[in-house]
C-alpha cells in the first residue's frame, strides 16, 4: 500500500502544475525527439533514438510516480489542527539549550520541505524530535552531529 503524504492546498498545487507540465509539454518534446532521431535511418546504430526513448522512459517513470503521488495525498486543513501541540504545519521557535540560539521551523511535508525558507519535512530528525510536544517542553533531538537538545518556546500555524 502506497504511503499517504500531507500538503497544504498550495504544495498540492505546485505538483499537480509539475505533473500538467510533464504530460503536455515533455511527453511533446521527447516524441518530437523520437520522431527526429527515427528519421535519420537505421535506428539500430542511432545513439540519438536510443537517447530519446531512455529519456521517454524516465519521463513515464516519473509522470507515473507524481501521479502515484498525488492519489495518495491529503491537504491538510490548518483550521482543525491543534494548536497547543506540535503537528504538521506547525510553526515551531525553538531554543538550543547548549548554545541558547533560537530558531523558527515551520514542519511541513517532504516534498515541501526547503530550509532556505525555514520549512522543514516532518520525516527530518529534529521534526521527528519536536512532533506531539507542547510549549516548554524540551526535547533530545539524535541529528548527525550527535545529540541536541531544543526548548519549544513558541507554537504557531
Known sequence: ??????????????????????????????????????????????????????AQGLLELKISKLKDLIANSRVVDESELDTSKVLILSTVKIKNVATGATMEYTLVSEK???????????????????????????TEVEVPSGKMKFEILEIKR
Open 1 to 54: 500500500m502506497a504511503q499517504v503524504s500531507y500538503f497544504t492546498e498550495e504544495g498540492l498545487a505546485k505538483i499537480k502544475a509539475e505533473l500538467k507540465e510533464l504530460e503536455t509539454v515533455e511527453r511533446s518534446s521527447i516524441s518530437r525527439q523520437i520522431a527526429e532521431a527515427r528519421d535519420k535511418g537505421d535506428l539500430s546504430e542511432n545513439a540519438e533514438y536510443d537517447a530519446a526513448k531512455e
Open 112 to 138: 515541501e520541505a526547503n530550509i532556505k525558507e525555514k520549512r522543514i519535512s516532518v520525516d527530518s530528525p529534529i521534526a521527528k524530535g519536536l512532533l506531539g510536544k507542547v510549549v516548554g517542553d524540551v
